[in-house]
């Protein structure tokens, strides 16, 4: 039985290598970028909980209040981001607190 000798092309050979290399670099360093907590912690400081408090007409005993979450897109001008479910009845009284503060 004679075997058959293959033969690997130079752009195979190189292709090969590369993706072998490339592979080694991402276990090498895979932790160090992914790690959950850390975005996690970063993501508290820009993360706020909401309430909104509109006052229905004619009825004294009811008001309704809605909540949800947001997070602060620009300290200078004091914008929030948040559905339109949280905050989009006019008019309102919409408090905004951040993690471990009293809502503001």
Same mark, same amino acid.
């Given at each position: ?5 293959? =033969?690997?092309?130079? +752009?195979?050979?190189?292709? *090969?290598? /590369? +993706? &072998? ?13 992914? %790690? !959950? $907590?850390?975005?996690? #912690?970063? @993501? &508290?400081?820009?993360?706020? $909980?909401? =309430? %909104?408090? +509109? #006052?229905?007409?004619? /009825? $004294? ?5 809605? *909540? ?5 897109? !620009?300290? #200078? ?6 559905? @339109?479910?949280? @905050? %989009?009845? /006019?008019?309102?009284? +919409?408090?905004? %607190?951040?993690?471990? #503060?009293?809502?503001?």
């Amino acid at each position: 039985m004679k075997t058959k000798q293959i =033969t690997f092309y130079p +752009i195979i050979k190189l292709l *090969s290598k /590369s +993706i &072998l290399i490339f592979i080694i670099t991402l276990l090498s360093v895979g932790p160090a970028w992914c %790690s !959950d $907590e850390n975005y996690f #912690e970063q @993501a &508290l400081t820009y993360t706020v $909980e909401i =309430t %909104s408090q +509109i #006052e229905i007409p004619f /009825s $004294e005993d009811y008001q309704g209040i809605y *909540s949800g979450a947001g997070f602060l897109v !620009d300290k #200078e001008r004091g914008w929030i981001v948040t559905n @339109a479910h949280v @905050a %989009s009845y /006019s008019p309102a009284k +919409i408090k905004v %607190s951040f993690k471990g #503060e009293d809502f503001i």
